[in-house]
């Protein structure tokens, strides 16, 4: 079973900036994708930045040039650096992962519990 663990969430000052991390766990032959997400009180997940193995990284265009996704490929960790927050920037952030848990088996989608940020004076 694939698990994931965020951490690097926290309350942090309009302009400042925060680390996430995401460290999966269990059985992964294969990545296609690893990714980060936000939700808010009464909305739905949208994504923030998704890093792909055969092109470049996407951006939602609300933080493109603040936000900045990348993967240690030698343990699949996937972090998000976060730059200028804004109070916008503040919801749940849930990593996500697409792999295939063995070789020959289904590609799976895999969310992480979530971690908190907010951005507030």
């Known amino acids: 079973q694939v698990q994931l663990v965020e951490s690097g969430g926290g309350l942090v000052q309009p302009g400042g900036s925060l680390r996430l991390s995401c460290i999966p766990s269990?059985?992964?032959?294969?990545?296609?994708?690893m990714g980060w997400y936000r939700r808010t009180p009464g909305s739905r997940r949208d994504m923030v930045a998704r890093?792909?193995?055969?092109?470049?990284?996407a951006y939602s265009e609300s933080v493109k040039g603040r936000f900045t996704i990348s993967k240690d490929n030698a343990n699949h960790t996937l972090y998000l650096q976060m730059d200028k927050l804004e109070p916008d920037d503040t919801a749940i952030y849930y990593c996500?992962?697409?792999?295939?848990?063995?070789?020959?088996?289904?590609?799976?989608?895999?969310w992480g519990r979530g971690t908190q940020v907010t951005v507030s004076a």
């Open positions: 269990g059985s992964i032959f294969s990545i296609n994708s």
């Open positions: 890093i792909f193995s055969d092109r470049e990284p």
């Open positions: 996500n992962l697409v792999c295939q848990p063995n070789s020959g088996s289904p590609y799976y989608d895999y």
